[in-house]
């Protein structure tokens, strides 16, 4: 006995060191390499049940297969789809689908029963989830297939050309080929299957099916015969009473006629009205196709007087133009011509909001394209004006989810046009708050915060200031501000996934959203002095904050009841996690990614603040090298491109596959400081001002003792390529430098056409490169790297992809050559089959490599 009471401290002491042991080897960390790369994978949110009890989320593991995963956010229990996509869940949250590989999978949400339906690629929940369909790809035609998840009875439809739900999901439309003949059917997804045939016919087929908004009729088109030429004609039908006595129309030969003279009906949109009354649709110039037909020569013409450069191409008759058709008078009349375009239907669809452009042509007299806005009746024709000379761009010119009101913003203020009264109100000149953009430094007109949208029934315009959100009823009287942001310089704006469905909008542009306010509003946050983010709730009683992270929250999504709210969160030293909170602020982790990141050393970010020259003060992003030793300078990479403080906080996995070569994480694990810096900008000088603000940004770090001055590189890719190029003419301060698809030579790239045959003189006179200056003036010239090539002393590393439409490949062939002729250290990579932005995995790989070697051997001697 007294021989086990002295061996027991013994063990004791043995077993606690070994343990002790243990644990300090678990937590020894290691450098990332690139073979540690593909440990990593990103996540996606998926959907989330209706009540928040289920949520989907993929994990993309990069050239391995994604896996989809379905999670019991209450009891924690996960379904796995190894190669899943399109995950879905039922209106009902009873059901579950997926797609691997061509195999439809389906859960029962209730009892974990799964079912297996093979060579089925797409799919859809139907009648709030009784019925689920999906496509049956065979080797002739397509199968229809319908199961009844309630009975568990399946049905199919042979030779199925196209198929469309109805809004609410209660009757599905089909065009199908049944015995050399052409049909079109309706089945009801109510109680039981049932069918009923509309139309159809053995010569011509149907397609284009477009239901409207209320699921009580639905419209299509017949392609026409015509053997004396390839033009593919259409006709078109309405058709409504379902399940009683089909109702089957067609626009009368008489109105028809006049129209198809000179015109026909392509194969194009078509939209019904809220009312049941209305078809509008497309027409395209017959003339003009018949006349290219007759072999004229495509020869290009272009004069001095011609409105656009490059001229409008021949023949026109790629462009439509809207036309309405009145069912039951069945008058058919113009709603666009040559002259008023974009229209945009309004109210009940009696009136439609158009444009007119030609008086501000040509552009570049004008400095942006302008319109004219007018309101026209679709009864008699007549145009009214609204408004002149606005900037042709949906932020500024919308219309109302009821169509009553045209929204615009005019000279820096918020303004109403109620159609019905022809009365316009400025509603914000009172409030003595600058509702455009403060901060604005391009060479255009300031636009505004913004407008998210209404609420629901045209109540109240949601307009955005630099930090607040405010409510303004359409006349003026109300005015609500319902955030506090600029007392503590937040800036608030809506989570825009929770604004209700607008119809239209799948047609027509100049839409916007609305808001059912009674449910409250789901606001993101960002602190604009420490980029700390955050959820609120605001409902009529209050605005309550739900979430405040020192970390990004993106990818916000909402459970049908409003009462829970998914969100991704992430910060560069933490993984990202998806978290479900509650209207209360309850916080529920749905999944935690990326935990091998503990057993590798690992950077940290830090937001750093400097000023210009000027006092203009600033942001960056600087990015600590993993393992930092404090006391020992290292190596620091600038990235430069407009503003990148706002990326501090996102997560960035290691990889090989970033378009641009640029992986922060890759670099820090490499031993790189990296550093974002914010550009501020002066009109006429792109150049000098990237040069100003980036070398302030630099001096900042290099102060904190933590930078070697003599090993710092930069880099940038398109307009950041431009500002590497020309920073390094003007400057010693960088060792080496990567320039990726850079414009060097303005003049040439400012006279050029883009790849997609469209002028580039707006990128230089509206945009961000903010040059007003006629392009063969000092002020222009001077900003031009090509120009001041014989100053640089800073090797540089150059990378083009060979069929960039962007910036043309031969702005990096150019300084190529120039660099060449002075024997200046360079070195140009051109990819071939990539365009502006790298897509081929292995042509990434490459130029990461390109990139840290032309680093490594500037800044580390390696």
């Keep these: 006995m007294k021989s086990k009471t002295k061996i027991a401290p013994i063990l004791l002491i043995l ?24 440990l990593w994978s990103t996540i996606y949110p998926g959907t989330v049940s209706h009540d928040g009890k289920w949520v989907s989320y993929t994990l993309n593991y990069g050239d391995k297969k994604d896996t989809l995963f379905l999670k019991n956010a209450i009891t924690n229990y996960t379904y796995l789809f190894s190669a899943g996509a ?29 079912q297996s339906f093979p060579k089925i690629s797409k799919y859809l929940f139907a009648a709030h989830g009784r019925y689920v369909i999906g496509v049956q790809n065979t080797d002739e035609k397509q199968l229809l297939w319908i199961k009844d998840l309630k009975s568990d009875q399946s049905y199919t439809v042979q030779n199925v050309n196209e198929f469309k739900l109805s809004p609410d999901s209660g009757l599905l439309a089909v065009v199908s080929e049944i015995n050399n003949s052409t049909a079109v059917k309706i089945y009801s997804l109510q109680n039981s299957l049932q069918e009923q045939k509309i139309i159809a016919s053995s010569e011509n087929t149907y397609m284009g099916i477009a239901w409207d908004e209320t699921g009580k009729g639905f419209a299509f088109f017949e392609e026409i015969s015509n053997n004396e030429n390839s033009l593919k004609e259409h006709k ?21 006629d006049s129209l198809t003279q000179r015109s026909y009906i392509p194969l194009s949109r078509l939209f019904i009205s809220s009312a049941n009354e209305k078809v509008f649709f497309d027409i395209k110039n017959r003339e003009q196709y018949n006349e290219h037909l007759a072999g004229e020569s495509d020869v290009q013409i272009w004069n001095t007087d011609d409105a656009k450069v490059p001229p409008s191409r021949q023949p026109s008759s790629e462009e439509v133009s809207c036309s309405v058709w009145h069912i039951n008078s069945g008058e058919i009349k113009k709603v666009e011509d040559a002259h008023f375009t974009n229209a945009v239907p309004t109210g009940y669809q009696n009136n439609a909001l158009v444009f007119r452009m030609d008086e501000y042509l040509p552009r570049h007299k004008y400095g942006g394209e302008y319109i004219d806005v007018y309101i026209k009746n679709l009864l008699t024709g007549k145009v009214e004006l609204v408004v002149k000379k606005q900037l042709l761009d949906m932020a500024v010119t919308t219309v109302s989810p009821t169509g009553k009101f045209v929204c615009y913003f005019k000279n820096n203020n918020w303004w109403t046009y109620n159609i019905a009264s022809k009365r316009h109100t400025c509603l914000t000149e009172s409030l003595n708050i600058p509702f455009y953009d403060t901060e604005y430094d391009e060479s255009g007109i300031p636009p505004a915060y913004g407008n998210p949208g209404w609420s629901k029934s045209d109540e109240y315009l949601i307009i955005y ?12 009287i109300t005015t609500k501000k319902i955030t506090e942001g600029r007392k503590q310089n937040v800036t608030y704006r809506i989570a825009e996934e929770g604004s209700l469905y607008n119809y239209q909008a799948d047609t027509f542009f100049f839409l916007t959203k609305s808001f059912n306010l009674d449910d409250g509003l789901l606001l993101h946050s960002v602190n604009n002095e420490s980029l700390d983010e955050g959820l609120s709730l605001w409902t009529n009683r209050n605005l309550r904050s739900l979430v405040e992270k020192n970390k990004k929250i993106i990818f916000i999504e909402k459970s049908k009841d409003n009462k829970n709210y998914l969100f991704r969160e992430e910060s560069f030293d933490t993984p990202p996690a998806l978290v479900l909170i509650n209207r209360s602020g309850q916080e529920k982790v749905i999944i935690e990614t990326n935990d091998q990141q503990k057993n590798f050393y690992w950077g940290k970010s830090e937001l750093i603040r400097y000023s210009t020259p000027e006092g203009k003060e600033l942001k960056g992003a600087l990015f600590y090298p993993a393992n930092y030793q404090s006391g020992l300078k290292y190596p620091m990479i600038v990235h430069i491109y407009s503003r990148r403080a706002q990326e501090l906080h996102e997560y960035v996995e290691p990889s090989f596959q970033s378009g641009n070569g640029l992986n922060i994480a890759n670099f820090t694990a490499e031993g790189y400081f990296v550093l974002l810096p914010d550009i501020a900008y002066t009109v006429n000088d792109p150049g000098d001002s990237a040069l100003k603000c980036v070398k302030a940004a630099v001096e900042k770090v290099i102060e904190s003792g933590t930078v070697d001055r003599e090993k710092i590189g930069l880099m940038g890719h398109s307009f950041g390529g431009y500002e590497t190029a020309y920073i390094i003419t003007q400057t010693d301060m960088f060792k080496a430098a990567v320039a990726g698809a850079p414009v060097t030579d303005i003049v040439s790239a400012y006279l050029m056409l883009d790849g997609n045959g469209q002028s580039n003189i707006w990128r230089y006179e509206d945009q961000q490169f903010r040059i007003k200056s006629p392009f063969y003036t000092r002020e222009f010239l001077k900003n031009s790297p090509i120009l001041q090539v014989e100053k640089i002393s800073t090797p540089v590393l150059l990378w083009t992809g060979e069929e960039d439409h962007m910036v043309n490949p031969t702005n990096s062939t150019k300084l190529q050559i120039a660099l060449w002729r002075l024997g200046k250290k360079s070195r140009l990579l051109v990819y071939p089959n990539e365009d502006h932005v790298l897509t081929n995995p292995e042509n990434k790989k490459n130029l990461y490599f390109e990139i840290k070697r032309w680093f490594d051997l500037h800044l580390k001697n390696l």
Excluded: H
């Design 236 to 256: 078109i039908y309405y058709c409504t009473g379902f399940g009683k006595k089909i109702i089957l129309k067609t626009p009368p030969p008489q109105y028809l």
């Design 15 to 38: 077993i606690m060191s070994l343990g002790m042991m243990m644990k300090t080897a678990a937590q020894v960390k290691r450098k990332l390499q690139p073979a540690d790369y593909n």
């Design 86 to 114: 399109n995950g879905t869940i039922s209106k009902d949250g009873k059901w579950f689908g997926c797609n691997v590989a061509d195999t439809l999978k389906i859960l029962n949400l209730e009892t974990g029963k799964q």
């Design 465 to 476: 200031d630099k930090f607040d959100i405010w409510l303004l009823s359409p006349d003026g």
